[in-house]
């Protein structure tokens, strides 16, 4: 009896004890990306899988880690769900290089090809077999598969170097793959760590588990690098044609890193970078940025330190710049080995008319494709004037409906998406939705499916027209909407909300490198969701036309495809160069590129070299070109240790005792930096170029150009002459750059090398910077 009560008690104690350990607050886990050096495995295991795992790694055998992903291709190393005790822990093994928290990134969100100079007839198309032999992997939101784009109707076999696979889940069985959309992943650990198990699998409605896309980003992104050729592709009528890729024949690779309304996880963007790079992709396009304004240090930044990798095996990576502009300092994706697109327009427009009561008409820009207004002239009201600023904006909730049914609305631009206004609009009552741009916007208009009758104006019109409201007794206007415009004057223009310079990180380095179509791009969109993205959006349609640096950053993963299929033994580095030192500078009235922000002419800083121009892409004449070794030497420069730059490239790395200049990385673009406090006003930077062109005996001269008012600037080239022989196809030069003194804003110009037949252009920026 008494071993009995015995028994009970310690029973009873022990779930009490149990109860209580339950009861108390677990210490919070994230998700963090641990990089290690993988030399340091023990011999004992057989893989580094096994020694992540294990007691020995963790050095508690209580808690061994699980990680949720394994890298081993283009990066070393683990993530998993920690708490703040084992991250710490882990920060002290001598064998992990780097320890960083897991975050959320955002996506950046047909007759671009002929604007770019791609033609049917000899040429670049012609000549790289449309980018028939090489893979472009898509880190997005997952494909659509049904597309016609995706059609591999008169495609060769599957390239024999592809091993990727197509990964199946709901919606998405091996079959939708095929020698056009040759491999399809999905990668949702980090995002399930993040946002719970369920967080897709109990969200089915609006999201697949698998490489199905929900959102529409990534099936549009894809097609508009490598769509297959599609006869009477339109949006609603709007932008009629045939709808093809920059590089048609290339073949997709879909890599699922983002999640609708819900972002992408750092984690998995490693993960598709990592499996990316291991399957055997040639180009690689990421419209992805950090997008909360601040710039990681490249270490934590895993597009940087994932496209390192990927560089460093021959993987071109493009990325979009970011949708932050115009404002100074916006520019994303800041690697020397990234290629950074910033967006603009192209000569194609959709434009549609606001008419005010008193005949006065003012032009904008709308993909409006329902029943258009009456004839008869309409009540205009501005909410803004009486109720505040959520009235203003359009915000949900904030109209009056005895205030607006049966009225056009002024909404201003800002704080929620263009199209969600017109939606409060509708709800409201309104019948249509006049949509002005704020100062930050300018006169930079994009077009937009919206759910009513609607148009998005400049800044300028907007106050003109709310002027016209406040100003009348009985103000009223109508919409007319106008169709396709095509052969618009002047394009391309920067766009407004494309994402500028200088470069936040190192401002030794010019970014954005270049600018490509990126305004009212049309491409596949998926059946998942209606064209505005809105949830009461039941439309359904093939294509949609978006805008964004995420649709310019294609364009060039596109270009970069024809480039690699013609020319196979160029290295991302020379592609780059390629596509930068033959951009254009002007528009198609042969006058200097404009800022649709302010309607200036636009500088280095929101262009980078210029505009996409791949007529003259495919023979450059001479390239900028780099290795693994320069990217180390940069990184030395501008102040990184080595164990630090070991968490970049996976391989130990040593700094020469003298610091060499960051400027002398052998760019494309040469951006001089000076310190406001310092008494030098010269600095000489090196570069060195290569012949690639067809004659191997070439003599080149170089020119300085500087832009009008650069007064006090002073650019120097020795020597100023470059001859090249089948021995010889490589030479340096130095140029020396002397400013008059600190200037408020960054002063620029032009070097070209020119042997009569090619010009190779460089931007050369020079700015003044404040010492940390």
């Known amino acids: 009896m008494a071993s009995s009560s015995l028994s009970l008690l310690l029973s009873f104690l022990l779930t009490l004890t149990l109860s209580l350990t339950n009861s108390l607050p677990q210490p919070e886990r994230k998700t963090y990306i641990v990089r290690v050096n993988p030399r340091a495995k023990p011999t004992i295991f057989t893989s580094h899988s096994h020694w992540y795992a294990s007691s020995a790694f963790s050095s508690d055998s209580s808690q061994p880690i699980t990680p949720l992903h394994v890298y081993d291709t283009v990066?070393?190393?683990?993530?998993?769900?920690?708490?703040?005790?084992?991250?710490?822990s882990l920060r002290q093994n001598p064998s992990v290089l780097a320890v960083y928290e897991d975050r959320v990134r955002h996506l950046h969100t047909t007759r671009s090809p002929q604007f770019l100079g791609l033609r049917t007839q000899l040429g670049l198309w012609s000549l790289s077999d449309y980018g028939s032999d090489v893979v472009v992997g898509v880190l997005d939101t997952g494909v659509w598969p049904e597309r016609?784009?995706?059609?591999?109707?008169?495609?060769?076999?599957?390239?024999?170097?592809?091993?990727?696979?197509?990964?199946?889940?709901?919606?998405?069985?091996?079959?939708?793959?095929?020698?056009k959309l040759v491999g399809a992943r999905f990668f949702s650990k980090g995002h399930s760590a993040k946002y719970g198990k369920d967080a897709v699998a109990g969200n089915a409605s609006v999201e697949f588990l698998s490489p199905r896309d929900a959102d529409g980003h990534g099936t549009h992104t894809a097609t508009t690098a490598?769509?297959?050729?599609?006869?009477?592709?339109?949006?609603?009528?709007?932008?009629?044609?045939v709808a093809k890729g920059v590089a048609p024949k290339a073949r997709v690779a879909a890599y699922k890193v983002c999640w609708k309304n819900q972002g992408c996880l750092d984690s998995d963007i490693l993960a598709g970078f990592d499996k990316a790079v291991s399957d055997g992709v040639n180009v690689i396009s990421v419209s992805i940025g950090g997008g909360d304004g601040v710039a990681s240090p490249y270490y934590l930044d895993p597009i940087a330190v994932g496209s390192y990798g990927a560089n460093s095996r021959g993987v071109f990576v493009a990325t979009s710049a970011g949708n932050d502009g115009p404002s100074p300092l916006s520019v994303t994706n800041l690697a020397p080995w990234l290629t950074t697109v910033g967006a603009g327009t192209i000569d194609r427009s959709f434009p549609a008319e606001i008419v005010l009561g008193d005949g006065r008409k003012f032009s904008g820009v709308s993909l409006y494709a329902g029943k258009p207004l009456s004839d008869k002239m309409l009540s205009i009201v501005y909410p803004g004037r009486t109720g505040g600023l959520s009235a203003s904006l359009c915000m949900e909730n904030s109209l009056d409906p005895k205030a607006v049914a049966g009225k056009i609305v002024i909404c201003d631009r800002g704080s929620s998406p263009r199209v969600a206004k017109g939606l409060v609009v509708r709800d409201a009552g309104g019948v249509g939705m006049v949509l002005a741009n704020g100062a930050t916007n300018g006169e930079g208009l994009v077009g937009d499916a919206h759910v009513l009758p609607a148009c998005a104006i400049g800044a300028n019109e907007g106050d003109v027209i709310k002027s016209y409201v406040t100003s009348s007794a009985n103000p009223t206007a109508t919409i007319v909407f106008k169709g396709t415009l095509v052969g618009v004057k002047p394009a391309p223009v920067v766009a407004s909300f494309s994402a500028r310079g200088p470069n936040g990180l190192s401002p030794e380095l010019l970014k954005p490198d270049l600018i490509a179509p990126g305004v009212n791009i049309l491409a596949a969109w998926t059946d998942a969701t209606g064209p505005t993205g809105l949830e009461t959006d039941s439309r359904k349609t093939e294509f949609n036309i978006l805008s964004g640096t995420s649709m310019a950053c294609p364009h060039v993963s596109g270009a970069a495809a024809l480039l690699k299929s013609a020319h196979p033994d160029w290295s991302p580095a020379a592609?780059?160069?390629?596509?930068?030192?033959?951009?254009?500078?002007?528009?198609?009235?042969?006058?200097?590129?404009?800022?649709?922000?302010?309607?200036h002419v636009a500088t280095p800083l929101d262009f980078g070299?210029?505009?996409?121009?791949?007529?003259?892409a495919l023979d450059p004449g001479l390239v900028y070109d780099l290795e693994d070794a320069d990217y180390v030497s940069f990184l030395c420069a501008i102040g990184y240790d080595a164990r630090t730059i070991q968490v970049i490239t996976h391989v130990p790395v040593t700094c020469p005792r003298r610091k060499q200049l960051a400027e002398n990385l052998n760019y494309p673009s040469i951006s001089v930096v000076f310190s406001q406090t310092s008494g030098s006003r010269s600095k000489t930077v090196l570069r060195t170029v290569t012949n690639v062109g067809t004659k191997p005996e070439a003599i080149y001269n170089a020119k300085v150009e500087l832009a009008s008012g650069m007064n006090g600037l002073k650019v120097a080239v020795r020597p100023e002459t470059l001859s090249f022989t089948k021995a010889a196809r490589k030479q340096s030069f130095a140029v020396t750059v002397t400013a008059a003194g600190p200037t408020s804003t960054p002063v620029y110009g032009y070097l070209v090398w020119s042997d009569g037949e090619h010009e190779v252009r460089s931007p050369i920026v020079v700015s003044w910077v404040q010492p940390m």
Not at 153 to 172: D, K, M, Q, S, Y
Not at 575 to 599: C, H, P, Y
């Open 226 to 241: 490598a769509g297959s050729i599609a006869f009477d592709a339109n949006f609603s009528g709007y932008a009629a044609g």
């Open 148 to 179: 016609r784009s995706f059609s591999d109707r008169n495609l060769p076999p599957v390239p024999a170097t592809w091993r990727g696979e197509c990964e199946t889940g709901p919606g998405f069985s091996a079959s939708a793959c095929n020698k």
């Open 575 to 599: 592609i780059r160069s390629a596509m930068m030192t033959t951009a254009g500078v002007n528009d198609n009235q042969n006058e200097q590129l404009v800022d649709e922000a302010t309607d």
């Open 609 to 616: 070299a210029g505009h996409l121009n791949l007529a003259r």
């Open 75 to 88: 990066f070393h190393g683990f993530s998993a769900s920690l708490d703040q005790t084992q991250a710490n």
